[in-house]
């Protein structure tokens, strides 16, 4: 039992003076409220160059001629590049992996070559002493065009009057996965109620406040390529400029500063930033480039184009007895590299129902190309998607059934107390709390009170409606996302602690800062683990030349797996200075613990050392220490998931919303959320995750749609026109949690950085087809505008 | 998103503006508050050989009252419009109207002159001199001329402005205490151009309603004055208009485009919803 008791004092959640589950503020927050933040463009270096891109005018063209005679003798041009010969200096790729069976796409290059696929590709590279410049010169390039026919709706991609983009591709068929669980047929033949519906998942793109950028620079006497990019994946970018640059991967240095957000934009490759790092290389002088805001629009990728077709079969007695959906979606011309654009649609086809109990469950999943900006993964990656159509379904048996949505809910959720257990499709649940967090929910939206409010203001003409989704999310992934697949993307985290002569413990680790925190989490584990002060604490991010090797920042897994590497290196690296304080003090380590900056003694924490004094004498007088002793105060510790291939989480969003049905405008009076992420780090950053993550969902759910006409041109390429939710547009979001703690790690944390936006369409929508069900109406198309609020209950026509 | 090189001058005179102007003709552009012009420039949109900066003309700012009426600087800014007491006492639909122009960052450099100069169909301050049958006042080096609102915006982004004139003042005739003021947009987001607005100007004495001025905007190329309308209220006592006729008259007098956020007959629809938040407004108002 002493064992167990000495376990339970070592344990991380158990320690004493414990920054875990505390709101510490971030150590990067001064600086960057200050405004002395350094993002990539604050960048500039000794003969600095800037780039800009030629880009095409059409959604799908074949690039005849290029004449550049006037463009090169512009003022300030440095080097003008066509595809042909970047080429030659910047490889081609292809977006597949293996594990997505029999997903093709066609070479991609940094420039395009022959023809251009959508509407701001890249074309010509023009380097110049400063951007204008290079602006100036683009105005002078000549490029005879001839234009093809464009693939632009997904639903005609496939027809066989429709242009296949890719000629060696045969079609426009990227991919196709069907799955079929338990006995569909059955289960909807004999059902009381089958309820069949399409919803459309609207495209829209991840708005970073700060562009993509990169600086890129190579110096030819180290033969080495320093790379400064907003990134979230610094050793992926490594790898790939290394490959497709053919230089050797150690020759490559990714720096990432400050990130004015990422959101998935900023985890994959893109042409123009393979062409910045191959002019540099080329031009052996600094390069930058930053994306312009109407340059995002059009080359950030964009996600979750869905066209789905859906049917639920339900018993009278709100039994759901199958689902069966079939999910078109429409990529642009490419699969994006290296992450493959079949993910998102993957996560549809895995996840869709995944929360309740049925298993019977069809699904048709076809990804298509056309020519509009490629699309992959955005964050919540198919979460908002799959969330909108199994909840929109659960709806639409509830209404059928005369169901309250909660109860249908309860009735079909995994109940709480039978896990472990898998989804239909076979992934494994380790442990979610649906119906813990649906009570909570009910508890706080007071949700009894609000059906009261509801049918009073129908008596008085007002429309209000309760929207209620539950969701599960993937996070923490390991190998089996995408390593397996073949790609170069680690899973793995690692984070080394360093004491140094004072004290002070320096981390640095290969999971990154975005804005969303990141660094304070790890502060967080790092103090705990080792029982210092967090003001004692430096975290280092972002340098593939100074950081372990890892992942970086995406699918919600930087604290989860950045926490818990640091967690084992702060244990590993406390064994180390109680050991060398045992020989220091004649002490026994196992009488020994740190609290407060000090070596104490266990029993009482009384001060034995100070950190301070073992790092003089380690560093300064290790004279003093026996000869056959070496002391240790660095500590590298690697963590990845293992015995599951994500850490699911769960939780439920709830929001109550008053429809005006002269105007079709949507008015929030509540938004709740209950989220179980594990163990909660930083409450502060997990509650902002959520909230962000909300409005980002609530974006794509009422606001925000990438709009291209027939011809493939994008319309609304401005912060005017694509519409961002603003600060009015913002209800104030509660959110509640849950903690289960997944037992794969000693810290227990899941990640928290999707939740938000995976349930908040299906909520919103909800919400908005209960208000409208006494008017017959329902919307099932996003965004979900007032247009076509109006045209649902037929206002207008 | 750089703009093409521009020359740029900035004279601290009217008369040195003017100059400038009859110089450059066409191959100029007036930098008022900028903040249409700047984006415009930046995206290439527009590649002026001189850009004219008018903000260090002081002659150009400042609001003044004469017996009758207001007389508004061309550079006077949205902010301090939105802040004057006087605006806020003489002519209290301009008041009303400032919290709708986007948000406060670009109310504190924006210009009423540059935003009927623009003529931004979807823009709030043009139909509001319509409503109020305001004046647009334009200066070249040769003369000074006063156009009514109505006759200034032709069509779309198309002014009577020419190119040797700035606009140098508005003048707003002052209307008595029984004049009703009402303005209203939908928009997506709080701050954006309207999907469809409603500028609203009338008297309304012993509840009856004379001298109705309904001016639509964000529906056509211009803000769209609607006389079927302004009719059917004129002698109308206000709590015996019947909506629907009055909305068919609205019906009547709009031919609305559809732009990227609204079809053509959702405009239409908040048209109608808009007039009859108006009469709602004025009942309200007593």
Known sequence: ???????????????????????????????????RGTFTDDINLPRQSHVAFLRSPYAHAEIVKIDVTSAEASPGVIKIMTGQEMAKICTPWVGVLSHLEGIKSAPQH????????????????VVAKTRSQAEDAIDLIQVEWNE????????????????????????????????????????????????????????????????????????????????YLSTQCPHMMQNLFAKHLGLEEHKVRIICKDVGGSFGVKVHSYPDEYATAALAYCLKRPVKFTADRLESFTSDIHARDHRINTKIAVSNEGEIQAFEIDDLTGIGPYSVYPRTSGIEVNQVVNLTGGQY???????????????????????????PVLTLITEGMVDDAARRIGMDPLEIRRKNLIPDDSYPCTAPTGLPFEKLSHHACLEKLAKML????????????????????????????????????????????????????????????????????QGQGAEAVVAQCAATAMGISLDKVRVITGDTDVTPYGGGTWASR?????????????????KNIIEVAGIMLQADPATLDIYNNNVVDKSNNTER?????????CYYRPDTLPKDYQSELVVTRHYVPKQFPFAFTNGVQGCYVEVDTNTGFVKFKKYVVVEDCGTVINPQLVDEQIRGGVIQGLGGALYEECLYNSEGQFLNGTMADYLVPMAVEMPDIEVGHVETPTLESELGAKGAGEAGTGGAPAVIMNAINDALSPLGGKVTRQPFTPERILMAIGKIT | MKPAAFNYKKPSTLTGVLELLRESGEDSNILAGGQSLMPTLNMRLSAPSLLIDINGVDELFGIS???????????????????????????????AAMPYIAHPAIRNRGTIGGSLALADPAAELPACLCALRGFVEMTSTSATRKVEAKDFFRALYETDLKANEIITAIEIPRYDQNYFSFIDELSRRHGDYAMCGLAFHAKIEEKIISDAQIVFFAVEAKPIIAVTAMRELEGAKISDVSLEVLQGAVGNDLDPFGDLHASATLKLHYAKELIKRAITSGITSG
């Open chain 1, 558 to 574: 930087a604290a989860a797996i950045g926490g818990e590497a640091t967690v084992q290196a702060g244990k590993a690296l406390k």
């Open chain 1, 609 to 617: 050392i100070s950190l301070e004094e073992v790092g003089r004498i």
């Open chain 1, 110 to 125: 940094a420039l395009a070559i022959g023809k251009a696929c959508w509407q701001g590709e890249p074309v010509v590279a």
């Open chain 1, 148 to 227: 093809l026919d464009v693939v632009v709706d997904m639903e005609r991609a496939l027809d066989s009057d429709i242009p296949v983009i890719h000629d060696e591709l045969g079609d426009n068929l990227t991919w196709q996965r069907n799955v079929d669980c338990g006995d569909v047929d059955a289960a909807f033949k004999n059902a009381d109620h089958v309820i069949e519906e399409t919803y459309i998942s609207n495209r829209h793109t991840g708005v970073c406040l700060e562009t993509r950028v990169i600086v890129a620079d190579y110096n030819p006497g180290e033969e080495q390529l320093t790379v």
């Open chain 1, 1 to 35: 039992m002493a064992n167990l008791k000495e376990m339970m004092q070592d344990h991380i959640l158990d320690r004493p003076n414990s920054y875990i589950g505390k709101s510490v503020p971030r150590p990067n927050a001064k600086r960057l409220l200050a405004g």
């Open chain 2, 65 to 95: 009252v004469t017996d009758n009426t207001v007389r508004i600087g061309s550079m006077t800014r949205h902010a301090e419009l939105e802040k004057s007491s006087v605006i806020s006492e003489h002519i209290p639909l301009i008041n």
């Open chain 1, 357 to 383: 109990k049925n298993r019977n469950y069809r699904a048709q999943a076809r990804v298509v190309l056309q020519n509009k900006s490629p699309m992959c993964q955005y964050r919540a990656v198919g979460h």
């Open chain 1, 446 to 513: 007071d949700y009894d009170a609000l059906q009261k409010d509801k049918r009073e203001a129908r008596e008085n003409g007002i429309y209000r409606g309760i929207g209620v989704a539950t969701f599960i999310e993937v996070t923490n992934p390991g190998a089996t996302f995408y390593g397996i697949g073949g790609a170069a993307i680690s899973a793995q985290d690692g984070a080394t602690l360093r004491l140094d002569a004072k004290g002070n413990l320096i981390v640095e680790i290969s999971v990154t800062e």
